[in-house]
Nanobody, 124 residues
Framework: QVQLVESGGGLVQPGGSLRLSCAAS????????IGWFRQAPGKEREGVSS????????YYADSVKGRFTISKDNAKNTVYLRMNSLRPEDTAVYYC?????????????????WGQGTQVTVSS
């Protein structure tokens, strides 16, 4: 049974940092690509970052390039999203998603498995 559990969200001041975790079970990161998505109130869900199972290649939305870093620890079967220089517009519920595509994408329709989300609030 595929399961994804996000953690690490919270309240942070503008300019601050957070690290989100996505703990996976029921599959291994060698076989599944992982994506991070976010949804702000009143807005559609958008792709933030992803990492391919085949070669570890990473992808980022333009809005987070240079500030966010995705990584994975295969031994812990966990994917991380390090978020630096956070802005109020980064406030959203962040979700991780998985599917057995060898190449990651920021398109949510490519992912069949989703976590429950973790809230990130950037505010002074």
């Amino acid at each position: 049974q595929v399961q994804l559990v996000e953690s690490g969200g919270g309240l942070v001041q503008p300019g601050g940092s957070l690290r989100l975790s996505c703990a996976a079970s029921g599959f291994t990161l060698d076989d599944y690509s992982i994506g991070w998505f976010r949804q702000a109130p009143g807005k559609e869900r958008e792709g933030v970052s992803s990492i391919s199972s085949s070669d570890g290649r990473t992808y980022y939305a333009d809005s987070v390039k240079g500030r966010f870093t995705i990584s994975k620890d295969n031994a812990k079967n966990t994917v991380y999203l390090r978020m630096n220089s956070l802005r109020p517009e980064d406030t959203a519920v962040y979700y991780c998603a998985a599917d057995d595509w060898p190449i990651a994408t920021l398109s949510e329709e490519k992912y069949g498995y989703w976590g429950q989300g973790t809230q990130v609030t950037v505010s002074s």
